[in-house]
């Protein structure tokens, strides 16, 4: 063998350590937007957290997460991926155990903030430095590898969650559903700084950091009264920040216009918008991502403070939706390459009959008398579909701008994706928590989260509904 041979086959090796370390970082981002879905009830006894409390570590998450998204890329082609990713996942691990070391729900809410801020940041990296180590055809290899790891992730987390808290206990068990990462996430910093290539792509294109600004402004003004509005009996200030979301939207959208026209590098490119296809993409990626990641909110919410279950049960009766989008995901893009957006429209479909099968069971059947079995096919039908649809969307929602602006688009579906998730659980906590009424009995506490969790699931279904009609916005083809 010569030495430029040898050499090679170094660097291949290399590559591939590289990429397990990549993964690691994605596995343990996406695992934390459904593993802390079965904590939430043991946070909701041992801090005393409030209704409103609970929606906010989820959907602060996932909302920090979203909008770190698109800087974290301008930043890395700025001074390296590979030092974002660095930063992040150290940010990441030490808010992890700021999490679990929390004591009480206000110091939570922030570190789970954090958390996701850190998250959103070590996550973009991964495609660019997937882009920067291989080559075409190990490329796509790499990139499947990535999207099995993001699917099985978000649908081992319940499951996970609900193992820890069971051999922990509750107090200890939900502290460790964030302290898990700490460890982990030390491992894989140091393997990180050892593995991944340097090398910086030294564009001179900056972060739109006043974009940035006016966008996350807009949400926050947007979640804070859906989230605590029903808590708070809807005062007029809910209601004003609503209209104010709106006004930094409206500014949002001209200061975004004013920064292309002067050939500028906006967060959110306007011109993406000027394809119909595409704003229905993205408005397809929002509003299936708050259907489906809200109904595990629900399910565990009904399971434990309702039923009375463990977490570990909580955990096991979604784990049909688990095996199905495992499943779904593995034979995705093989369908998609061969049959074109009809496995996403039967994806699509496929989450809509699941969610909905699972409302009408809710409704029919006495609270007292649920079952996980009851809801083990409909969930695995729902889990097969989200599988089939999760990892082919964003080609087909990218596939209707030009060649030269997939980057961005890709940027803003992800990012819509999480925005997504955080008004997904802000609607549906405000559906759940402001229907809970207890009457007397000794059934009251199942009757009332029955009633709620049925009210929130035809909340999840109507969005899958939706985002069933949407899937229709999209090309036929990605080529």
């Known amino acids: 063998?010569?030495?430029?041979?040898?050499?090679?086959?170094?660097?291949?090796?290399?590559?591939?350590?590289?990429?397990?370390?990549?993964?690691?970082?994605?596995?343990m981002a996406l695992l934390d937007t459904t593993i802390v879905n079965v904590a939430i009830p043991a946070i909701r006894t041992r801090l005393g957290a409030s209704n409103a409390t609970l929606s906010w570590i989820v959907s602060g998450y996932a909302l920090a997460f979203g909008l770190a998204l698109i800087p974290a890329g301008r930043v890395g082609d700025r001074i390296g991926h590979k030092w974002v990713f660095v930063a992040g996942l150290s940010l990441f691990t030490v808010a992890s155990l700021v999490c679990g070391l929390a004591a009480d729900d206000m110091q939570l809410i922030s570190a789970r903030a954090v958390q996701g801020l850190a998250g959103g940041m070590f996550f973009t990296p991964i495609t660019a430095l997937i882009q920067l180590m291989f080559g075409d055809r190990k490329r796509a290899r790499a990139f499947a590898m990535m999207g099995a790891t993001i699917g099985f992730s978000v649908a081992l987390g319940p499951l996970v969650g609900g193992l820890i808290i069971a051999a922990s206990g509750g107090d200890a068990g939900w502290r460790l559903v964030f302290d898990v990462n700490v460890p982990l996430g030390a491992l894989a910093v140091v393997a990180a700084v050892v593995l991944l290539p340097a090398g910086a792509e030294n564009t001179q294109s900056g972060a739109d950091w006043p974009g940035l600004v006016l966008l996350s402004g807009a949400l926050v003004a947007l979640l804070t009264p859906l989230i605590q509005g029903q808590q708070e009996g809807w005062p007029l200030w809910t209601y004003a920040s609503m209209a104010g979301a709106i006004a930094l939207l409206v500014v949002f959208a001209l200061w975004e216009r004013r920064v292309e026209k002067a050939g500028g590098n906006p967060l959110v490119p306007p011109r993406l918008f000027a394809h119909a296809s595409f704003t229905g993409g993205v408005v397809l990626a929002l509003v299936y991502f708050a259907a489906f990641t809200s109904i595990f909110f629900t399910i565990a919410l009904l399971w434990q403070a309702g039923l009375g279950h463990t977490a570990l049960q909580s955990g096991l009766v979604v784990t049909p939706f688990a095996i199905g989008l495992i499943g779904g995901a593995s034979q995705s893009d093989a369908l998609a390459a061969r049959f074109g957006r009809t496995v996403l429209v039967a994806g699509v479909g496929m989450v809509a009959v699941g969610i909905t099968a699972v409302w009408l069971l809710l409704a029919l059947t006495p609270s007292t008398g649920y079952s996980g079995w009851q809801l083990a096919a409909p969930l695995l039908l729902a889990g097969v579909g989200s599988g089939l649809f999760i990892s082919p969307n964003v080609d087909f929602i990218v596939a209707t701008v030009a060649p030269e602006d997939a980057g961005a688009g890709s940027g803003v579906v992800g990012t819509a994706q999480r925005v997504g998730s955080a008004i997904g659980i802000a609607i549906i906590g405000t559906v759940l928590f402001g229907t809970l009424r207890f009457s007397a009995g000794p059934d009251a506490v199942a009757l009332a989260f029955g009633h709620s969790a049925t009210l929130a699931t035809a909340a999840s279904a109507g969005l899958s509904i939706a985002a069933f009609v949407l899937v229709f916005a999209l090309p036929k083809r990605t080529g």
């Open 1 to 27: 063998m010569t030495a430029s041979m040898s050499k090679t086959v170094v660097t291949e090796r290399r590559n591939w350590l590289a990429l397990a370390v990549l993964l690691v970082g994605a596995f």
